[in-house]
């Protein structure tokens, strides 16, 4: 038993279980780390089952019969045979333990199983400790601080909740992702004024929320590319390089579409290219960055712009009236501040008023040119139909004028016409048959190319379809490769730091001893089963000799019986031998009955004596004192509430 515990703690330590150096056997499992052992295997072996039990006793002896009688369910629904309850938990019995983890143990996944006979660190067990702490705790509702319960105080956090706040970061690596080789001003960026990514964030605890954004970011757009490419890019028969500058090409061509349709903002009512643009939210965008057009209001501006703008679009004559009565409006040098001001208020509301003026004559004048240019489409719209019907009108003139000078000749030139038709006609006739004579083998040839064509379409799907199935293996490959990896390098990390004066081949040596004692043990049971056969047989021969030979002698001595008194005598004495022979047998037989039995009884009183019957009755006895107190005290409660 030595050999299947220690497997059974390695199991168990490599499933994140706790198991102390020192603990060689189940014999030294308490039950605490019982109970640790068993939700560790139920949560790797089915994480739906095991997510609601607690790896750890509670203090209270109710919670404790409660959570033994939950593991136990657990494992009769993994399908444990074997009789199991809280008592198994609480008051442990060594055989049932062990036969309970080896069933675990058995149960546990092919992965977990091959991680287990991998040699693992203390690094390893670690991670896995919390990563299950890390899933248990997220396993727990979240509630306010006041209303927790006291494992719920322990498990979460008492902090204040802050919410999380991301900073674009710019990152060095960007570059590469997008496959353009960085300059060398971008490179004297990135190492000279570029900050470092925990310098970037305002604030100190946006620095995760925004490495995390990133990341997901990045890993959507990997995302999406793989699935475009799997579904649209392979279809192309094109390399990526060339599918990504197609798909850039086509992007930069509809762009300089929408900025040739969309030169500024359409009439409802005009038909030029820029009107079917105007519905699409490119041209929408586009629209929205060209700024206000010739009926909109005057963009902003400065004080400046707008007195070069007003004074450059009005007339000389009127430019130098304006300017001789701004020149009799000035205030004289005599005035006080406030009619100054006052001047001044009255000059600038005039100045408002003209440019409302002429902003509303300006209005005008584009509604005008708009009137003008469509006007001016329709016009020439009208032009180029009337153009084509004159052209119309030509053609049929033409023909009539060639009609009317054939008409005087008339009767030969029907003649004429008729010989031409026959020969028209003759001559179809002969192109018919020549058609017909290459038609056959055009046809014959299009429906070989339209069948190869067919056959090459089967052929790139299924080629598609394996393309598609190595594409999937290759990555599951990868993802396997990264696994070993990781391992091999995990594997080498403990083989270094393994004693090196411990060799394979005292390990190997101890293997085969091993597997040698056991064949020993066999070849010891199988010879004594055979002896034991060889016994029971030669007894069963002396049995029924015996039988035989007691038959033949009683019938020829109670023959002579019958005539001498002396024989007969003699067959009482041989009945007499018999009867005590058998009892004698009898009673050889129920002595090894009986010491079958003691042996039987020595071996349960062995068991008995290992499973600490005298010292889980004690348990028992003060587990049940504490529920005792602990109903009394809930007792007292309740009535002085």
Request: hydrophobic share 35%; glycine share 6%; charged share 25%.
């Amino acid at each position: 038993m030595e050999e299947v515990d220690k497997i059974l703690i390695h199991a168990l330590r490599q499933s994140g279980t706790g198991v102390a150096e020192d603990i060689q056997s189940v014999k030294q499992f308490t039950s605490e780390l019982i109970v640790e052992a068993v939700v560790r295997c139920v949560r790797v072996i089915n994480p739906a089952l095991g997510g609601g039990l607690s790896p750890s006793l509670p203090p209270g002896m109710s919670a404790r019969f409660r959570v033994g009688m939950g593991l136990a369910q657990a494992c009769q629904d993994l399908g444990y045979k074997g009789e199991i309850g809280y008592q198994t938990f609480l008051y442990s019995n060594e055989p049932e333990i062990r036969a309970l983890l080896m069933f675990l143990v058995e149960k546990l996944p092919r992965e977990s199983a091959e991680a287990s006979d991998q040699p693992a660190g203390k690094s390893v067990v670690l991670q896995r400790a919390i990563a299950a702490k890390i899933k248990a705790q997220l396993a727990l509702p979240w509630l306010p601080h006041n209303c927790r319960l006291p494992l719920l105080c322990k498990t979460q956090s008492a902090g204040p909740s802050r919410s999380l706040r991301t900073q674009p970061l710019s990152l060095p690596y960007s570059n590469k992702s997008t496959g353009r080789a960085s300059s060398k001003a971008s490179r004297e960026y990135q190492r000279d004024v570029l900050l470092p990514v925990t310098a970037q964030p305002p604030h100190r605890g946006a620095l995760v929320a925004s490495l995390l954004e990133q990341h997901t970011a990045e890993l959507s757009a990997a995302q999406e590319w793989d699935s475009e490419w799997n579904s649209q890019g392979l279809l192309s028969r094109l390399t990526p390089e060339e599918y990504r500058s197609r798909k850039a090409a086509r992007l930069q061509k509809r762009i300089q579409e929408q900025l040739s349709s969309a030169p500024g903002t359409p009439s409802p009512g005009s038909g030029g290219a820029g009107s079917g643009g105007a519905g699409s939210d490119l041209a929408q965008l586009l629209l929205s960055f060209q700024g206000a057009g010739p009926g909109d209001l005057l963009p902003k501006g400065t004080h400046f712009t707008h007195t070069q703008k007003f004074t450059f679009t009005q007339d000389p004559g009127l430019l130098v009236e304006q300017m001789a009565a701004v020149a009799s409006s000035m205030p004289l040098g005599g005035q006080s501040e406030g009619e100054l001001r006052a001047c001044q208020q009255a000059e600038l509301g005039e100045l408002e008023e003209r440019l409302q003026q002429v902003a509303l004559g300006s209005e005008r004048l584009s509604d005008r040119m708009k009137q003008m240019n469509l006007g001016v489409a329709q016009v020439t719209h009208e032009l180029k139909e009337r153009e084509r019907a004159n052209q119309e009108k030509e053609d049929s003139l033409q023909v009539k004028r060639q009609t009317v000078e054939l008409l005087p000749d008339a009767h030969n030139n029907l003649a004429k016409l008729q010989t031409l038709v026959e020969a028209s006609a003759k001559r179809l006739v002969g192109l018919a048959a020549q058609w017909e004579k290459h038609r056959d083998p055009l046809i014959q040839e299009h429906r070989r190319l339209k069948e190869l064509c067919t056959n090459q379409d089967v052929e790139s799907s299924r080629q598609l379809s394996e393309i598609k199935d190595l594409h999937e293996k290759i990555r599951e490959t990868a993802e396997k490769a990264k696994k070993k990896e990781s391992v091999y390098k995990q594997l080498i990390s403990e083989l270094e730091n393994l004693p090196k004066d411990v060799s394979r081949s005292a390990y190997t040596l101890r293997i085969l001893e091993i597997v040698g004692n056991i064949k020993k043990q066999k070849e010891e049971i199988t010879k004594i089963l055979s002896d034991t056969k060889e016994l029971q047989k030669e007894i069963n021969n002396l049995t029924g000799k015996l039988d035989r030979t007691f038959a033949v002698t009683d019938e020829l001595v109670f023959k002579d019986a019958k005539k001498d008194e002396s024989v007969r005598k003699s067959y009482k004495y041989l009945a007499a031998l018999h009867e005590n022979c058998s009892q004698l047998i009898q009673t050889i037989e129920d002595t090894g009955t009986i010491l079958r039995e003691i042996r039987d009884l020595e071996e349960q009183i062995e068991t008995e004596s290992g499973n600490k019957t005298v010292a889980n009755l004690e348990r028992i006895l003060a587990d049940y004192k504490a529920v005792r107190e602990e109903n009394s005290a809930l007792g007292s409660k309740v009535r002085e509430g």
